[in-house]
């Protein structure tokens, strides 16, 4: 751990009665494999891996390893190699510009609708930022050299991760736009909205510490901001634990920048990920 805190770390058969009385073994086995396919794939907590055709799904599968995500765990460092691709299925990871004059601030975050590693979809090995998982989750790993030969091969992921990388490039130009044109309470919902939809839980760690980092602003302001929607019932915060208790007003103290976001996944990859918290 460095002195920032950084660590560097079933299927389902068919049912009865849907298989012919003359069906070889073969073919039931088919089925069944199949039929457990397409329960995977629309079951799959990974929205960019839910984007691709089922039989693209179900070639790529058995060459992801499932792995943890542990909190400040490093992904990526600035400038260093890109080993492995991670296909977020819970929790946060954050992209920090490190070298900055009066310290680190987010330039962008991966959560369980995308992946981390885009350099390597466009033929370069590495990036200028830290790449570290912001909130504890699991993952997809995928090496580095299989996902570029990946890539090369298969049209469809090549096809969908392009559409995910220009999703991307929008999220990161309307947070420059967020960044200039509204107040801290603002973006401060839509940050918190924006981690909320990738979490399973209402409730989720976040210190004023962290939240300033994200939002490159001192702790003292994001302190007031978080009170402001504390006041109005959107959210509860106690000893560095955040809930959202009411997101639909939570919504309405956000920026448009969180609804532009939203409708940009669903016209490049389709739904994103909400919570049910």
Not at 34 to 44: K, M
Not at 62 to 79: A, K
Not at 245 to 253: F, K, M, N, Q, S
């Amino acid at each position: 751990m460095d002195s920032l805190g950084y660590s560097h770390a079933a299927p389902t058969g068919v049912e009865g009665g849907g298989a012919s009385l003359t069906a070889t073994p073969s073919e039931l086995a088919a089925d069944e494999r199949r039929a457990a396919v397409a329960t995977a794939h629309a079951d799959e907590a990974n929205a960019l891996l839910r984007a691709l055709p089922v039989d693209e799904y179900e070639f790529l599968l058995p060459r992801l390893r499932p792995v943890g995500l542990r909190f400040r765990q490093v992904l990526i460092e600035p400038g260093v190699p890109i080993t492995d691709v991670y296909f977020p299925r819970s929790g946060a990871l954050s992209m920090i510009a490190t070298e900055q004059e009066g310290g680190e601030v987010e330039v962008g975050t991966v959560g369980k609708e995308g992946m981390s590693g885009l350099p390597l979809l466009h033929q370069t090995d590495r990036m200028p930022f830290r790449v570290f998982v912001q909130i504890d989750g699991d993952a997809w790993r995928l090496s580095a050299e299989a996902f570029q030969g990946l890539i090369e091969e298969r049209p469809a992921l090549r096809r969908v991760c392009l559409r995910y990388a220009q999703y991307f490039m929008e999220q990161i130009a309307q947070s420059v736009a967020c960044n200039r044109l509204h107040t801290l309470e603002e973006r401060c919902a839509r940050w918190l909205l924006m981690t909320h939809d990738r979490l399973e839980e209402r409730e989720f760690e976040l210190t004023h510490e962290f939240l300033a980092l994200m939002l490159g602003v001192r702790r003292a302001g994001v302190s007031v901001a978080m009170g402001a929607l504390q006041e109005a019932g959107s959210i509860r915060y106690t000893r560095g634990r955040i809930a959202v208790l009411d997101r639909p007003r939570l919504e309405e103290a956000s920026c448009g920048c969180y609804r532009i976001t939203r409708a940009a996944h669903c016209r490049l990859l389709g739904e994103p990920p909400r919570t049910g918290g």
